[in-house]
Structure formats: C-alpha cells, structure tokens
Antibody, heavy 120, light 107 residues
Framework: EVQLLESGGGLVQPGGSLKLSCAASGFTFSSYAMSWVRQAPGKGLEWVSIISGNAGSTYYADSVKGRFTISRDNSKNTVCLQMNSLRAEDTAVYYCAKHWASGTYYFDYWGQGALVTVSS | DIQMTQSPSSLSASVGDRVTITCRASQGISSWLAWYQQKPEKAPKSLIYAASSLQSGVPSRFSGSGSGTEFTLTISSLQPEDFATYYC?????????FGPGTKVNIK
C-alpha cells in the first residue's frame, strides 16, 4: 500500500524558514518523480515543485522560485521542501504527491498534508 | 499557463441522482486531464486520468469523457460518500494547473 506522510508544518513569521518532509512507502521510491502541491485555506490546488526520481531535475512554480528548494534522499525514501523567505501568501496545506509515471504530472497518490501558517 | 475552468462551481443533488461536472481548458490539452475528489479536511484522491481512465479502486459509477478543451466527469448514481469537491487538472503542458473545483452538496 502506497503511503505518504508529511511532517514539519507549523507557524512561522514572515521572512522565516521551514522545512517539510514526506516519508514514502509501498512503492519503489527512486523510480518516481515527486511533487509538492499546496492549498491555501478555502482555496483550490496549486502545484509548487517537482523533483525527478534520480533528483537530477527540479522545477518550481514562479510563485516560489528562488525561495523554495526541493530535495530527496532515495536511501531514506523521503522528499523535502525547504521554504525560505516565507510570505503570508505561502500559508497553505502542503501535500506531497507521487507522479503516476515518468514525464507526466498526473498524481496518483497524495499525502495527508502539512499545514504551514505564515503570520506574525 | 493553461487556465482551467469548471462548471458549475457547486451543485445540490440527491442520493441516486446522475451528476455531471464540466471542465474546460483555455487551449487544447488532448486527453491529458485528471479528476480528483477531495472531502473536507482530507487530501485529494485521484479518480480519473487520461480523461477517461479509471484509477484503480475507484467505483465504476465514476466516468470521464472529452478531449481537446472540454471534458466531463459523470457520477451515474450519486452515493452518500460522493459528497465532496471535485477538481480537474491538466497535465498536457507545464506547469500543471487545476480547475477551481465543483462542490457537490446534499440536496
């Protein structure tokens, strides 16, 4: 059974940093790209970042480019999102999501989410 | 970026009703469209990919159709557990983008 479990959410002041982690199990982790998708309170879904299975490629939404860094450790089956220079508009539930197949942005499994609140 | 729209934004229906949700893309996306279901305070759940392929384990009362710019999600006979918000998502072009959602309420 595929499981994705996020951790690391919390309250942070504007301009601060936070690191989210996602622990994966139930599939061959290194074979799949992983993404982070966020959802602001009461709003829709916004893709944030992707990392390829071998960590060789990363891409970011324009809204977070230069502030967020995605990484993964295939020996520990984890993917992380380092978030710096946080803004109020980054407040959201952050989901890690498994890509169904290489080269596609269809997400077949999602974690339960981690809430990030940026507020003074 | 490709803009996705959904209609209606919400609807009220009864158990047993046939429900149809429409999703439109601002430009052609072939069949690279997915549908997700999200219940309150829960993570999205994948339902359909490639416009009409059912994700493993999803009940057959869910179906999808369409190509190009117009797509539909149909629930043939609404069940109590189907009351949720439904999102479409295009994955034809980078970046992937989602529709604003359609909330299915109990009538």
């Amino acid at each position: 059974e595929v499981q994705l479990l996020e951790s690391g959410g919390g309250l942070v002041q504007p301009g601060g940093s936070l690191k989210l982690s996602c622990a994966a199990s139930g599939f061959t982790f290194s074979s799949y790209a992983m993404s982070w998708v966020r959802q602001a309170p009461g709003k829709g879904l916004e893709w944030v970042s992707i990392i390829s299975g071998n960590a060789g490629s990363t891409y970011y939404a324009d809204s977070v480019k230069g502030r967020f860094t995605i990484s993964r450790d295939n020996s520990k089956n984890t993917v992380c999102l380092q978030m710096n220079s946080l803004r109020a508009e980054d407040t959201a539930v952050y989901y890690c999501a498994k890509h169904w197949a290489s080269g596609t942005y269809y997400f077949d499994y999602w974690g339960q989410g981690a809430l990030v609140t940026v507020s003074s | 970026d490709i803009q996705m729209t959904q209609s209606p934004s919400s609807l009220s229906a009864s158990v047993g009703d046939r429900v149809t949700i429409t999703c439109r893309a601002s430009q052609g996306i072939s069949s690279w469209l997915a549908w997700y279901q999200q219940k309150p305070e829960k993570a999205p759940k994948s339902l359909i990919y490639a416009a009409s392929s059912l994700q493993s384990g999803v009940p057959s009362r869910f179906s999808g159709s369409g190509s190009g710019t117009e797509f539909t999600l149909t629930i043939s006979s609404l069940q109590p557990e189907d009351f949720a918000t439904y999102y479409c998502q295009q994955y034809n072009s980078y970046p992937p983008t989602f529709g604003p959602g359609t909330k299915v309420n109990i009538k």
